[in-house]
């Protein structure tokens, strides 16, 4: 079982729609981070948050501490916003130190 | 501020070749870490460094892969012999804070 699990896998959408994508994690975290993957590309961290919620342009997250469960929202979907979202999450594991685990990614494509 | 660097972008194999990739990680960042991703999975944990010192590579197949990172800057990751199922995307991400990571490029391995 991963420790992170995300839906849905795949998503398409018309311009101008509402997206959610959500993640869910079974481990203790001290943060949880938006990814977003561009074909080809490396990856960008939109967000990282460890309560409530965050807001930057069009892209929203929030995340629930107690049930373990987050959301990323796109408002008025552009074809740009076409890419690949992962959800991960962080945590320390005390031999190691810092641990990130990864959802397997949302794959999103806005269709003009 | 210049970001992590990867190179190279793209690299074409055949099987039983050796390869390496090279990342530059962002001036200061302490912690490295290499990730392989696989189409349509999140990135695999391969191997972490804090300065030049290994912190996990558990995960990491020793009778192939290989990663050094000398005087705790630049870091190198080599793979040999390469196998059809090494094709991925190999990223680099650096860190100087608990809880962030910062993402290079990536460098995409077609194995032939």
């Known amino acids: 079982k991963n420790e992170v699990e995300q839906s849905p896998q795949n998503l398409t959408a018309q311009e101008g729609e509402f997206i959610t994508i959500n993640c869910s994690y079974s481990?203790?975290?001290?943060?949880l981070h938006w990814l977003q993957q561009h074909p080809g590309g490396g990856i960008v961290s939109l967000f990282m948050?460890?309560?409530g919620k965050k807001k930057h342009g069009r892209l929203i997250a929030t995340i629930n501490i107690q049930e373990k469960h987050s959301s990323l929202h796109i408002t008025a979907s552009h074809p740009r916003d076409s890419a690949v979202y992962i959800c991960?999450?962080?945590?320390?594991?005390?031999?190691?130190?810092?641990?990130?685990?990864f959802g397997t990614g949302t794959s999103l494509t806005v269709i003009p | 501020e210049a970001g992590v660097a990867q190179s190279p972008r793209y690299k074409i194999i055949e099987k039983r070749q050796s390869v390496a990739f090279w990342c530059n990680p962002i001036?200061?960042?302490?912690?490295l870490y290499w990730y392989q991703q696989i189409l349509g999975q999140g990135p695999k944990l391969l191997i972490q460094f804090q300065n030049n010192g290994v912190v996990d590579d558990s995960q990491l197949p020793k009778d192939r892969f290989s990663a050094e990172r000398l005087k705790g800057v630049d870091s190198t990751l080599k793979i040999q012999p390469a196998k059809l199922e090494d094709s991925a995307v190999y990223l680099c991400a650096s860190s100087s804070e608990p809880y962030e990571q910062y993402f290079g490029p990536g460098t995409r391995l077609t194995v032939t």
């Open positions: 991960a999450v962080s945590g320390f594991v005390s031999n190691t130190g810092n641990q990130f685990y």
């Open positions: 481990v203790g975290i001290s943060a």
């Open positions: 001036s200061g960042h302490a912690t």
């Open positions: 948050l460890s309560s």
